[in-house]
């Protein structure tokens, strides 16, 4: 399973230093929330915190972005430009997800679904032929360090199902809670990317991605 250590709880004060020290203890991508306080009930970044990151010389992992904000749509572009390799989008909200799907595709950049956990994994069946990767968050969006929320497996377990049968295929990420029994948990399930913040940045960074990346 890939390890995505998501970057709002690095010290943002020592943030090269801190990604720096998760991309040699052998962090996959980075993960970006970017929160505007409207979409979400907090405000984290924008659009330059990607800038920022593709300036630091030896941080060279890719970054995927995971935008929860109002009028996602206007930030596509910056985005691609800015050098997000992933960018996801929520379903909650978004009438026209399909059409930001197709927009985020059609600047090279992947595409994720992003759902809530009390959002039916029904929903997302329309778009499994569209996107690159289903994000199941296992938190419900909005802050670090909140209690994994067990209904993700049966809709990671359900994901497995139908990429198994369908000829299409789409990776399974999930995002929220994620430590080393909630990590082992989702790997059995069949993820193949886990977001992890505080568990990875708010203690022993080396340690924490090590056990992580060995559940
Ligand atoms: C929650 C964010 C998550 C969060 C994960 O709204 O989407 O990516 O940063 O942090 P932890 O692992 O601390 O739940
Ligand atoms: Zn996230």
Redesign the pocket.
């Known amino acids: 399973m890939k390890i995505s250590p998501?970057i709002?709880?690095a010290d943002m004060l020592n943030l090269e230093k801190d990604l720096i020290r998760a991309q040699e203890a052998g962090a996959d991508s980075f993960?970006v929330?970017i929160?505007d306080g409207n979409y979400?009930p907090n405000i984290t970044f924008g659009v330059s915190m990607v800038e920022t990151i593709n300036k630091f010389k030896n941080v060279n992992v890719p970054m995927d972005v995971?935008l929860?904000v109002e009028r996602p749509e206007d930030y596509i572009e910056p985005l691609a430009k800015a050098g997000a390799h992933g960018i996801s989008v929520h379903l909650e909200g978004n009438p026209h997800i399909h059409r930001l799907l197709t927009a985020i595709k059609s600047y090279g950049v992947q595409a994720g679904v992003a759902i809530n956990p009390g959002t039916p994994l029904i929903m997302v069946e329309p778009l499994l032929d569209v996107v690159d990767y289903v994000a199941v968050?296992s938190?419900?969006?909005?802050?670090?360090?909140?209690k994994f929320i067990k209904n993700s497996l049966d809709k990671i377990a359900r994901l497995i199902q139908i990429r198994a049968k369908k000829e299409h295929y789409f990776e399974i990420l999930v995002?929220?809670?994620?430590d080393e029994v909630t990590g082992s948990l989702v790997k059995a399930a069949g993820a193949d990317t886990a977001?992890?913040?505080?568990?990875?940045f708010n203690g022993d960074l080396e340690k924490n991605l090590a056990i992580l990346k060995g559940v």
């Open positions: 998501s709002m709880a993960h929330d929160m979400v995971h929860m968050m938190v419900n969006p909005g802050f670090c360090g909140q995002d929220g809670g994620i977001v992890s913040g505080a568990f990875v």
